[in-house]
């Protein structure tokens, strides 16, 4: 079964420091994207930062960037110089490319940045 | 609007009362979903739309819940009878379908909030 799977609940971070959420899941597809997205205590849900599977290079926006190891089914987010406006629920997802294109979720983890 | 749009924002609904949630996506997704998320809690899938069919509804928690889409657009999730345990928001999101790739970037609305007292 497909799975995305997220270990840590909930993480805090000093301002200006780098975090590092972890994300792993399970497929047998070869080619497929992953996504973060965050959900600010406002509720509206947004991405973040997307990797296309087939692409070694791990992807960077501004301060946030990926380290994929596709062997290891390991999609973790760093962000770097964290700031309070960073402070949310991110979410790792998988949307299976067979199927029923089942959009899966991982349960999330809270951010906390500390002033 | 360019975004995906929800209505009603908030419903405070009695017990055993009807509601209907309704949901726009972007025009041009043709994939919509819709997810259940309780108190800072993660999300529950409940159904997803591929044009107007429903390939995938395994999350509809009970035979009270109940959604449509119809012309491809607009879908509304139906809770008939509500009880105290389906107060929650309720999320939808639409997305293009990439060819061999699954689903593409979900666009999120900003969730119907539903308490049934």
């Known amino acids: 079964a497909q799975t995305v799977t997220q270990s840590q609940p909930e993480m805090s971070v000093q301002e200006a420091e780098t975090v590092t959420l972890s994300c792993t899941y399970d497929?047998?597809?070869?080619?497929?994207?992953l996504f973060w997205y965050k959900q600010p205590p406002s509720r509206q849900m947004i991405l973040v930062i997307r990797?296309?599977?087939?692409?070694?290079q791990n992807a960077t926006e501004n301060r946030f960037s990926v380290n994929f190891q596709k062997a290891a089914k390991s999609f973790s987010l760093k962000i770097s110089d964290s700031q309070l406006g960073d402070a949310a629920m991110y979410f790792c997802?998988?949307?299976?490319?067979?199927?029923?294109?089942?959009?899966?979720f991982g349960t999330g983890t809270r951010l906390k940045v500390l002033a | 609007g360019a975004g995906v749009s929800q209505s009603p924002s908030n419903k405070v609904t009695e017990k055993g009362k009807d509601v209907e949630l309704r949901c726009d996506p972007i025009?041009?997704?043709?994939?919509l979903y819709w997810y259940r998320q309780s108190l800072g809690q993660g999300l529950e899938f409940l159904i997803y739309?591929?044009?107007?069919?429903?390939?995938?509804k395994s999350g509809l928690p009970s035979d009270r819940f109940s959604a449509e889409r119809t012309g491809g657009s607009v879908s509304t999730l139906t809770i008939q009878r509500t009880q105290q345990e389906d107060s929650a928001v309720y999320l939808c999101?639409?997305?293009?379908?990439?060819?061999?790739?699954?689903?593409?970037?979900?666009?999120f609305g900003e969730g119907s909030r539903l308490t049934v007292l």
């Open positions: 999101a639409s997305s293009l379908v990439l060819t061999g790739k699954g689903t593409g970037e979900l666009f």
């Open positions: 990797q296309e599977a087939y692409k070694q």
């Open positions: 025009s041009g997704h043709t994939a």
């Open positions: 739309f591929q044009g107007n069919s429903a390939p995938d």
């Open positions: 997802a998988y949307p299976s490319t067979s199927g029923t294109y089942k959009y899966i």
């Open positions: 497929t047998s597809e070869s080619d497929y994207y």
